[in-house]
């Protein structure tokens, strides 16, 4: 039974910060790729962060240099800080495990948690 639960979202103004967590449903997830995936209104899915089981990170042009994506192994738990907020952030934001090829995510989608920046 796959579990992958987001939380962590909220109301925050523009160059402000949120930390997201993703609590996972057991140790076999850390043998995987982790990723963070954001959709906003209109637009399709995208991968923003990713984290290999080794500690390699990567991150979508937009975000690089404001976000940083971790694991904490003992809590089976991957995160997001979000830093220096902007507009465009806003979305609903998911982790899965990415496919190696396509990027999109392997398991079937949760709830996701929404993030809106806003003044």
């Known amino acids: 039974q796959v579990q992958l639960v987001e939380s962590g979202g909220g109301l925050v103004q523009p160059g402000g910060s949120l930390r997201l967590s993703c609590a996972t449903s057991?140790?076999?997830?850390?043998?995987?790729?982790m990723g963070w995936y954001r959709q906003a209104p209109g637009k399709q899915r995208e991968l923003v962060a990713s984290?290999?089981?080794?500690?390699?990170?990567n991150y979508a042009d937009s975000v690089k240099g404001r976000f940083t994506i971790s694991r904490d192994s003992a809590k089976n738990t991957v995160y997001l800080q979000m830093n220096n907020l902007k507009r465009e952030d806003t979305a609903v934001y998911y982790c899965?495990?990415?496919?190696?090829?396509?990027?999109?995510?392997?398991?079937?989608w949760g709830q996701g948690t929404q993030v809106t920046v806003s003044s």
């Open positions: 899965n495990v990415p496919r190696a090829t396509t990027g999109e995510g392997f398991y079937s």
């Open positions: 984290i290999t089981s080794l500690g390699t990170t």
């Open positions: 057991g140790s076999a997830f850390l043998r995987y790729t």
